[in-house]
């Protein structure tokens, strides 16, 4: 059965590129229906939260429609290259994040720490937590501690073409080693500086 007419053109509105694939959204549709008891006619604006809820925690290889999206065909070549996503939001999803600004020893000693911590059971939560002056904190054990944060590096995808990009300023609510794999990112009037690589393909993302 199709999705509600009103479901789709909401979807299309907010989210318009990639395109959703009509399957997986109906199917999103039915699922919500059989599962929370509420049709869109009745409790539309409950029915779109869960919608939205859905994509946005979705692989988009499997949500959205192939070639909707990024140009597949990125250009490659001896000289940097000007591409842009154009007027329409793009929906992107974060596939790896690297920070570039500091050594990779240093990444490494703290990656390490952090798997210390976690084996003793803490998290950011508990660190925080502490950091906030609730319970007894061991001197010798200390916080968990944060990586350290100059310059993130992401491989992005529209769910069927995958690309590198680099902060061309910093956005902090990005966080190394808390924000998750999947998180989705929308970008308007964004600029894809292409350079040449052998492999892989690099581009800087100016707003």
């Known amino acids: 059965m199709p999705a509600p007419e009103r479901v789709v053109r909401w979807v299309s509105q907010n989210y318009p590129r990639p395109t959703i694939d009509s399957e997986w959204l109906s199917d999103c549709c039915d699922w919500i229906s059989s599962t929370y008891n509420i049709s869109p006619s009745t409790h539309f604006h409950d029915f779109i939260t869960h919608v939205e809820a859905q994509l946005l925690q979705s692989n988009l290889e499997d949500s959205t429609v192939p070639g909707t999206g990024l140009d597949a065909e990125l250009p490659t070549g001896q000289r940097p290259q000007r591409e842009t996503t154009g007027s329409v939001p793009l929906l992107v999803e974060i596939r790896s994040i690297t920070e570039i600004a500091h050594s990779a020893f240093s990444l490494l000693n703290i990656h390490q720490t952090r798997l210390d911590r976690a084996d003793l059971g803490l998290d950011v939560e508990t660190r925080d937590h502490q950091e906030q002056g609730q319970g007894q904190q061991d001197e010798d054990q200390g916080p968990i501690p944060r990586f350290p944060r ?20 910093s956005m902090p609510e990005l966080v190394l080693g808390e924000t998750p794999l999947g998180f989705k ?17 690099f581009s800087d993302m100016r707003p």
């Open 150 to 169: 100059g310059m993130l590096r992401f491989e992005l995808s529209d769910g069927h073409t995958l690309f590198q990009a680099i902060e061309f300023r």
């Open 185 to 201: 990112v929308c970008s308007l009037y964004c600029s894809l500086v292409i350079l040449y690589f052998p492999s892989p393909l």
